[in-house]
């Protein structure tokens, strides 16, 4: 083949996807992109279309309207040939219990048609990469739930993927298998790797992407890096109010240093350009406990998509 | 669902559900892994698979036989224990095989959700199903060998046409396990396959000439009996037992392949459904 300079086409594509179950319209007219290098992160609530947008991506779920193109293929056409390059971790695991965990790679391995030598001759980097050396021989069953989801990690990088599909990959996690976890995910992407990661962990998103789609009811309703959407939708400071007598301050003079307040709950959130005034002033309540911080994903999560739970959470 | 969407124009090409399989050699490695499973309890499952018939074999055939002596099969006397022995290999098969594709691949399809995990890498929906019916009918057919040898050892038949009869009952593993599969695609739990072992596999058995010949049975068993494959695969396995050629061998053969080839497109287009896709 000729040597082709590298074309500023996306790795990945997706136009206009639309998905529909029954009534539902579960994804509505969905665009995105990921660049070479790039982890794209979606968050949304739960049902919002992440888990049905991964699996269109993956060609197991056939959208009703919209293209895909990945690795300059066509998806579902194509979708062997595309899955050949990815590696996926999904919401459940799906390690087989029969296997230990080299096994587990050995086995998996081969249905990318590797050859046995080869897969054998990648299984102690992977382990390593895992964490998992010292559990080569253990079975799932008897790993601890970061242990297992580290091993779908290392069993979706089996084929030195170019892009990692990644569906909520620290769901139930410990805050140490989260952390180590993060760890793994950056080192990736530090050597080249493009990730797209659905989450629902603000913090997760904000380590880990350069850039975040927001998804509600199937809809893309926010779409940059972290900085710009907190800048773009927030103000950038954020004061939590509560204990006795917080909610009349919603409707106080107090009002007035804020852009924005809303109530939840026992607590009154102020959304401010001023917060120097704003302290100043609650100073005047000293029964009432507050907490002053930059805003973040969390509050821009909530403010795109509503503080209600949703009925199907 | 009324109104055409903007979308339509560029919406990907609806498949039927119905198409052509879309078979390849990528099922080879699902097959061994269902192969490397197996081996680490094959000794158990194997004292597990042949225990059963021949427990039918031994407590039917001599002590059944005692009493039968000999039955006419085409007009020429056979002991019964090799008549049982050519019918209840074949109803090993047929039960071997249809266990594996429905209680072992609902566990693998829905339970552990392995299919789920192998769909992420470049193997289609078509080839995990069908490397699951032949994973299926390769375990009859270590069933079978295994009571092909005890059979050889207890010389109930020394018959060379037994060669034949090795090939034949592979068929008959596929046969049933692209049956099961239709079932298990609809499966909601374990429970339903109770339907399919006691409403269908249970008179399959007592209607297919495998304990005693079908004519003996009142004109409507008998009609019924002509559409189950049981019946095919006993017309075409006992007279090899007997050193004989089948008659019709082409006829009872071609039921069989008519079975698995309407059984395996159904039960693919089941499973897509199931799917999703």
């Not at chain 1, 049902?47 to 959208?63: D, E, F, H, N, S």
């Not at chain 1, 950056?186 to 997760?204: C, N, P, W, Y």
């Not at chain 2, 059963?52 to 002590?63: K, N, R």
């Not at chain 2, 009859?140 to 090795?166: C, E, N, Q, R, Y």
């Amino acid at each position: 083949m000729p040597h082709i300079e590298p074309s500023p086409t996306p790795l990945f594509q997706a136009q206009h996807l639309t998905k529909r179950y029954g009534d539902t319209d579960v994804v509505q007219d969905l665009s995105f992109e990921i660049a070479p290098g790039e982890c794209l992160g979606v968050i949304g609530p739960n049902g919002a279309g992440k888990t049905t947008t991964i699996r269109m991506c993956l060609g197991l779920t056939v959208p009703d309207g919209g293209s895909i193109t990945a690795l300059g293929l066509r998806m579902p056409l194509d979708a062997l040939a595309i899955k050949a390059q990815l590696g996926v971790v999904t919401q459940l695991d799906t390690l087989d219990p029969d296997f230990n965990c080299a096994e587990n790679l050995l086995v998996y391995g081969r249905y990318f048609g590797l050859k046995e030598a080869e897969i054998k001759k990648r299984i102690p980097a992977l382990l390593e990469f895992a964490s998992l050396t010292s559990k080569a021989k253990a079975k799932p069953g008897e790993l601890s739930g970061g242990m297992k989801r580290r091993l779908s990690l290392a069993r979706a990088l089996v084929n030195d993927p170019k892009l990692l599909l990644l569906d909520e990959p620290t769901t139930g996690l410990d805050p140490q298998a989260r952390h180590l976890m993060w760890e793994r995910l950056q080192l990736l992407l530090q050597q080249g790797k493009s990730i797209l990661l659905t989450t629902h962990f603000m913090d997760e998103a904000e380590r880990l992407c350069s850039r975040l789609l927001v998804l509600d009811h199937g809809k893309k309703i926010a779409e940059g890096t972290p900085r710009d959407l907190i800048a773009q939708y927030l103000e950038p400071d954020v004061v939590e109010v509560y204990g006795v007598g917080a909610l009349a301050l919603a409707e106080s003079p107090l009002r007035a240093h804020a852009s924005r307040v809303e109530v939840s709950g026992e607590t009154v959130f102020f959304y401010t350009r001023d917060s120097g005034a704003l302290m100043q002033a609650l100073h005047a309540y000293p029964q009432l406990r507050t907490l002053h911080r930059p805003a973040n994903l969390e509050d821009l999560f909530l403010k795109l998509t509503g503080r209600q739970i949703r009925e199907d959470a | 669902m009324n109104t055409p969407t903007l979308s339509i124009t560029h919406a990907p090409q609806a498949l039927s559900r119905w198409r052509a399989p879309r078979l390849s050699l990528r099922f080879w490695p699902v097959f061994l892994r269902n192969l490397l499973v197996w081996r680490k309890l094959a000794i158990p499952s194997l004292l597990g698979n042949i225990a059963e018939p021949l427990m039918w074999l031994v407590a039917f055939g001599y002590g059944m036989g005692a009493l039968v002596g000999q039955i006419t099969v085409d007009g020429q006397p056979v002991p019964y224990i090799l008549f049982l022995a050519s019918g209840s290999i074949c109803m090993s098969a047929m039960n071997a095989a249809s266990f594996e594709a429905l209680y072992s691949a609902f566990s693998r399809m829905h339970v552990q959700k392995t299919w789920d995990g192998i769909m992420n890498a470049p193997v289609g929906l078509d080839d995990i199903v069908l490397a699951e019916m032949l994973w299926a009918a390769f375990k009859a057919l270590f069933t079978v060998t295994a009571i092909l040898g005890v059979m050889l050892v207890l010389d109930i038949s020394h018959s060379p046409k037994l060669l034949v009869a090795w090939p034949i009952l592979l068929g008959v593993g596929i046969t049933f396990s692209s049956m099961a599969l239709v079932f298990n695609a609809l499966a909601k739990g374990y429970d339903f396959f109770t339907y399919y072992f006691t409403l269908f596999l249970t008179p399959t058995m007592f209607l297919s000439g495998v304990f005693f010949p079908l004519a003996q049975l009142p004109p409507l068993a008998q009609w019924l009996a002509a559409w189950l494959p049981l019946s095919h695969a006993v017309a075409l396995v006992r007279p090899l037992f007997m050193d004989q050629w089948p008659s019709d061998g082409l006829y009872h053969g071609a039921v069989l392949v008519a079975y698995a080839v309407v059984s395996f497109w159904l039960a693919l287009g089941l499973t897509r459904k199931r799917f999703g896709q």
